[in-house]
């Protein structure tokens, strides 16, 4: 959204250059619909504590993460933070870490080690080979189905 506001002041803009005229400030406010007073009060804006201290967590959870390889989660890296001083609970942590946009990385808990039941149906004969031909042994001539 704010690069859709961004593009249509600034063809305004070029708009306004081309045909010599200069571009007011009160003019593109009334354009976004925003008072002066708002705009203002925005340009002089100065973060309150909490979001210094929002941003400080942020760039330690970013650190922990990385250097955990990008695998630990909200509830290690809450425990890292405690070591080191912190007074912050898991569920700020991933809080935090989904407005960053980063997740721990998911290992499956087992591997599989057995095999299917129905593992022989899958088996194709895809060289045509015989299996269970009739065979000669020493001279004598065995078949499957003579038993011997």
């Not at 593009?7 to 619909?33: D, H, P, Q």
């Not at 808990?109 to 039941?117: A, M, R, V």
Request: proline share 3%; net charge positive.
């Amino acid at each position: 959204m704010t690069e859709a506001i961004y593009l249509e002041v600034s063809e305004k803009t070029e708009a306004a250059k081309k045909a010599g005229r200069r571009v007011s400030v009160s003019g593109m406010l009334k354009f976004l619909g925003v008072s002066r007073s708002g705009y203002l009060a925005w340009l002089h804006h100065e973060p309150s504590d909490t979001e210094k201290r929002r941003e400080a967590v942020k760039a330690k959870i970013q650190a922990i993460y990385n250097d955990s390889k990008q695998n630990y989660g909200a509830p290690k890296i809450a425990v890292e933070l405690c070591k080191t001083g912190e007074v912050i609970s898991e569920r700020t942590v991933g809080t935090y870490m989904h407005q960053m946009g980063i997740r721990a990385q998911w290992s499956k808990p087992w591997t599989i080690t057995t095999k299917d039941s129905d593992f022989s149906t899958k088996l194709q004969n895809i060289l045509d080979e015989q299996f269970n031909p009739d065979r000669m042994l020493s001279g004598v001539r065995i078949s499957p189905t003579s038993g011997q």
